[in-house]
């Protein structure tokens, strides 16, 4: 399946195919897979030397 990078980018370039710019496909792939974006960011910040201080998802 790839990283979650990969995954993260691989949504917004769909979103984008279908014809949102990319601010739009962004916010629809928070919207719709907050999980993934949770695993983006800390993917992110990880590969960053960062520590993501996020809320716990509920």
């Known amino acids: 399946m790839g990283s979650a990078t990969e995954q993260w980018n691989a949504a917004i370039e769909e979103k ?8 739009r496909a962004t916010r629809e ?8 974006h949770r695993a983006y ?5 990880a590969a960053r030397g960062r ?8």
Do not use: S, T, Y
């Not at 960011?41 to 910040?45: M, V």
């Open 41 to 45: 960011i800390e993917e992110f910040n």
């Open 16 to 23: 984008m195919g279908q014809g949102m710019d990319k601010v």
């Open 51 to 58: 520590k993501a201080r996020l809320p716990e998802l509920v």
């Open 29 to 36: 792939v928070v919207h719709e897979n907050p999980e993934l």
